[in-house]
């Protein structure tokens, strides 16, 4: 394989290494790895899922131009597991009816409902920890790594370890006997917390101008559901990096905070900030200070230290040039929230209201969420109590907890689950996809129970991932080294 660079990495490929007993979907369920020569027994492993939309996922081979091929290039061991997903099906045989109730033969079965992914992402983890001595690379380092809906598989990943929960599930598949946590999670804009993520998009955007302009029955939700946001957020019992208790009446300012890190961080290094998107800036020059070039890093002040977030340098991040002075404008003091998410919102529409359970009968359709919670036979169901009432409709207890399955968020600190000690979490900050507070509230858990978090709202990105691949292997090599 030809690096980004130019320069040829070899490897040996091992594909199609089915990692449980009982395979029910054959066209999913198996792994590839691939071993850089240059990879030892102590080398770490990468592993990447391509889950996209809560869809079924082949395993895959690694690419030059996103994080796959760059940990080859480093000398990490990829593993690129499939798996089943939302619109995964088979059509029952005769011996597949035999042994699954109510299922006939010849009935199209789906597959891969939740929390069936996940499932198949603890199974890959458990066969590489039962084969660590047969191959190179560490599998007591395993990393991994995924965009999106995959980004909320990554977080699982991360956040569910040897969680009991599963365990019966797991058995069940023919699942190897062995622990499921991991080192490290790489999670690019996780669409997670999905119980919650309608309240926080309409708490976050339901000021706009966009859904000012809707129907009345759509802006009668947006108000209902912003109004639950507060009581959820406080329920967190969250604490800024600074000790301070994040309420509903400080959160606000919170995501603007990280907004505004972000853009200074850009600035720094070269990037136009305008004020026509609700920045504001520093007037008057002054002060013995200049831009780092190249956005280079310099010691910090004494007056900048302060607690913060990791994911880059201090908002304020200056170094002293001798004669120098500071530029008029260098230094963002406020930004305007309402200015800025409208801005968000005109470079890419909104999602419907709601956001994720959106399926309300004659009112909406339904959301590829709504297809995941789904059961075998291939229905579309409501996921949260707020959508479920207004289609008269009870959530069952099967689906709350298969949900819950899905949640990180659910796991961090219960004192049963092994959390990987390492985080590497971005969100774009014009991504509209989830709201800002998803992501920043999953962050800030995982700070407050001790873990190492390197979280950025990215400057400008919209929904992608595996983007400033330098930060990220300068992260992953420092972890791992």
């Known amino acids: 394989m030809t690096a980004y660079d130019g320069t040829e990495v070899c490897y040996t490929a091992y594909e199609r290494l089915f990692y449980v007993t009982n395979v029910e979907d054959s066209t999913y369920q198996f792994l590839n790895v691939y071993v850089p020569d240059v990879a030892t027994q102590q080398a770490p492993i990468f592993l990447r899922t391509y889950v996209g939309g809560y869809m079924a996922s082949p395993a895959a081979q690694p690419q030059v131009g996103d994080a796959t091929g760059r940990a080859l290039k480093e000398g990490y061991v990829v593993v690129i597991p499939g798996t089943r997903g939302r619109n995964s099906s088979i059509v029952a045989d005769k011996q597949y009816a035999k042994t699954h109730k109510g299922v006939k033969k010849g009935q199209t079965v789906y597959t891969g409902r939740a929390p069936k992914a996940i499932l198949d992402l603890k199974a890959a983890i458990r066969y590489l920890r039962h084969f660590d001595r047969q191959m190179p690379g560490d599998a007591e380092r395993i990393i991994t790594d995924g965009t999106s809906a995959g980004g909320a598989m990554s977080a699982l990943m991360g956040a569910t370890g040897n969680n009991p929960e599963y365990a019966e599930m797991l058995k069940a598949m023919g699942a190897a006997d062995e622990r499921d946590e991991v080192f490290a999670s790489v999670c690019y804009c996780p669409i997670i917390d999905l119980e919650h ?140 929230m309402q200015k800025y998410l409208n801005y968000v919102v005109s470079t890419q529409a909104l999602k419907s209201v709601p956001a994720f359970d959106s399926q309300i009968e004659g009112i909406n359709n339904a959301s590829g969420e709504n297809e995941e919670f789904g059961d075998e036979t291939g229905s579309i169901v409501n996921f949260t109590d707020y959508t479920a009432q207004k289609n008269n409709a009870i959530l069952t207890d099967a689906i709350r907890q298969n949900v819950r399955l899905m949640n990180p968020m659910s796991f961090i600190g219960d004192g049963k689950t092994s959390v990987a000690p390492h985080w590497y979490i971005r969100h774009g900050a014009r991504d509209r996809d989830t709201a800002f507070p998803v992501p920043l509230n999953f962050a800030t858990k995982l700070q407050n129970a001790g873990k190492d978090v390197n979280f950025l709202l990215a400057w400008n990105r919209p929904h992608s991932g595996d983007y400033a691949l330098d930060d990220l292997f300068e992260w992953m090599n420092k972890i791992t080294k």
Not at 224 to 241: H, M, R
Not at 286 to 295: D, K, Q, R, S, V
Not at 313 to 329: D, H, I, Y
């Open 197 to 336: 993520a309608d309240m926080a998009y309409e708490w976050l955007y339901g000021q706009t101008d966009s859904r000012q302009s809707l129907d009345d029955t759509h802006k009668q939700m947006t108000k209902e559901l912003a109004a639950l946001f507060p009581v959820y957020v406080n329920s967190l019992n969250l604490k800024k990096p600074d000790g301070t208790p994040l309420t509903a009446d400080n959160y606000l300012d919170y995501v603007k905070s990280e907004i505004i890190r972000s853009a200074q961080i850009a600035k720094n290094a070269g990037a136009d900030i305008p004020d026509s998107i609700g920045f504001s800036f520093t007037s008057e020059a002054g002060g013995m200070f200049a831009a780092p070039i190249n956005g280079g890093m310099r010691p910090q002040m004494q007056d900048e230290k302060r607690p913060m977030m990791q994911g880059g340098q201090p908002p304020m991040g200056m170094r002293p040039m001798r004669g120098g002075k500071r530029q008029v404008g260098e230094y963002i003091t406020d930004l305007d």
